[in-house]
């Protein structure tokens, strides 16, 4: 069994959903890190681990996106 190292980072709710997502710092034996996204709608659940190039490019997109629809 791999051994590892898991920190919640946050948990939050998506508005007009029944979408939790769940955040997770995940370090294995080893010393790899990687963030673990856990989105559960309904009783279906998705588990995705992003390194941190990948978390850091996904993330740039999401804000550019919310940044430009953004209506306020």
Do not use: C
């Not at 998506?14 to 955040?23: D, G, Q």
């Amino acid at each position: 069994m791999i051994e590892k190292n898991v920190k919640q980072l946050e948990t939050f709710s998506v508005p007009l959903r029944n979408v939790e997502i769940k955040l997770e710092d995940v370090t294995y034996e080893g010393g790899m890190k990687m963030l673990q996204l856990k989105i559960r709608e309904g009783r279906r659940f998705t588990v995705l681990e992003l390194d941190p190039e990948t978390a850091q490019h996904w993330g740039a997109a999401m804000v550019e996106w919310a940044e430009s629809n953004n209506s306020e």
